[in-house]
């Protein structure tokens, strides 16, 4: 999660929503992150205002998930977030083009009845049951234009080719909006609760394209062993992500015989 809001960088200028927040874990290091880069522009009536009531943003269907979100934003010091009670893919929600950043981990194991899910999700997705290709679809329909998303999916949406809606969401990705990363993570980083192999997408709705230089990363470790044990280990690639990700530049020169390189999109496509 510290890892991810540091890719993403909010500012005071954002609106922040994890539409299947659970513990409120993203939103609650944003306020950190927040609080520690912006501590003298806080003190602006404004700027307080907006970070205490209109910045952050996150709905859960579980009871107990919205009440652990809610004490947990109430610990980070953020005195009115917007925590409420939704089906971020259901019929009755219709925000969208609202926010300039989303910051998620959706659930992905399992699918929907497609007649539950709202009309303008199915247009986006072409009426998939899957929910990780649903909650990417809703991304797309919260972000504004020029707004910022990093989410961990599973690594099928990278490289399922049998299924014609992954197919369809890559193409999406890559021609209609701005792809700028993808971090593959180990498989064993979400044990004990998940040994599915996943990945970390990071792009800006520009619905105009703008796709150019895809970064990769081989994520190998993250400080902790592989196992259902997870005991800390002295292997980590966190600080190696997040240098390399603010140093793009120095990445043109590495190929793919290293843990991150640039990908042309005319590779991708």
């Known amino acids: 999660i510290d890892m991810m809001v540091e890719l ?34 806080l003190a602006k009536k404004e700027n307080n205002k907006h970070f205490h009531n209109e ?49 998620a981990n959706p659930p992905f194991s399992g699918s929907l009845d497609p007649s539950t899910v709202a009309k303008s ?19 797309l329909r919260l972000l504004k234009i020029g707004g910022r998303c990093v989410s961990i999916i599973p690594v099928g949406v990278l490289n399922n080719t049998n299924d ?12 209609e ?15 004990p609760y998940s040994g599915v192999q996943t990945g970390i997408l990071i792009f800006t709705k520009t619905n105009a394209g703008g796709t150019d230089k895809v970064w990769m990363y081989n994520m190998e470790n993250d400080g902790y062993s592989l196992d259902q044990k997870r005991d800390k280990i002295e292997a980590d690639d966190i600080l190696d992500i997040i240098a390399r990700w603010n140093n793009l530049a120095d990445e043109v020169n590495r190929t793919k015989f290293d843990k991150s390189f640039l990908v042309d999109k ?3 496509v």
């Open 8 to 41: 993403a960088k909010p500012t005071l200028q954002d609106t922040i929503i994890d539409p299947a927040m659970g513990t409120a874990g993203f939103l609650s290091e944003s306020a950190k992150y927040i609080q520690e880069h912006y501590k003298a522009e």
């Open 55 to 103: 910045m952050f943003t996150g709905f859960d269907t579980d009871t107990d998930m919205l009440r652990i979100g809610c004490m947990n934003m109430t610990l980070h010091g953020v005195d009115n977030p917007k925590i409420d009670y939704n089906n971020s893919l259901g019929e009755d929600y219709e925000d969208k083009e609202k926010y300039s950043l989303i910051l």
């Open 121 to 139: 999700l199915n247009q986006i997705s072409g009426g998939t049951k899957k929910t990780e290709l649903l909650f990417l679809s809703l991304f």
């Open 164 to 175: 014609k809606a992954y197919i369809r969401l890559r193409k999406a990705l890559v021609e």
């Open 266 to 268: 005319q590779e991708i």
């Open 177 to 191: 909006q701005k792809l700028e990363g993808i971090i593959f993570m180990p498989s064993g980083v979400f044990y």
